[in-house]
């Protein structure tokens, strides 16, 4: 009787082991899938904010010409333009499928200066209702986790209100 139950200890020791084991890859699952999960929605954070940005300064444009006494829409293609917008550019520029750069001292994105980003932006202005409403649609692509293509579109309307 006394010899039967020798080895139990040891089978209770890497019974024990292999149940922390398991524990422990769990653990690190958990972390690695929660770092990667940051990345991204660091990402998509970025690109929605960025997409944001391209209607505002399509917004600032618009607000200008009022300002200057121009035509609400001057500047502007009819009935449609794609373009290239940046904070601190008052123009616009057609769009040549180029990535943004983040300028890490004035802590802006442009296309002038800076370490390139995986992000392009892609602003589309139509005029519709006879050239009383201007839709604008500012896209934001890039290439996220894993190589899969990832994207943001925002919308919004400016009507020509003012006299």
Do not use: C
């Amino acid at each position: 009787m006394k010899y039967k139950r020798k080895g139990q200890m040891l089978v209770e020791a890497l019974v024990a082991l292999s149940v922390l084991t398991v524990g422990f890859l769990g653990i690190l699952t958990l972390l690695s899938r929660s770092t990667a999960l940051t990345r991204v929605i660091g990402d998509n954070y970025t690109a929605t904010y960025l997409a944001a940005e391209g209607i505002e300064i399509i917004k600032n444009l618009v607000d200008a010409n009022i300002i200057q006494g121009t035509s609400w829409d001057n500047g502007f293609d009819k009935p449609w333009g794609f373009y290239e917008v940046q904070y601190n550019d008052q123009r616009l520029h057609r769009w040549q499928d180029r990535f943004l750069n983040f300028d890490p001292t004035a802590h802006i994105y442009g296309y002038e200066s800076g370490p390139p980003t995986p992000f392009k932006r892609r602003v589309i202005v139509v005029f519709r209702n006879s050239d009383n409403e201007m839709l604008v649609a500012s896209n934001v692509f890039w290439i996220g986790r894993g190589g899969s293509p990832s994207s943001i579109f925002v919308e919004d309307h400016f009507y020509n209100w003012r006299p």
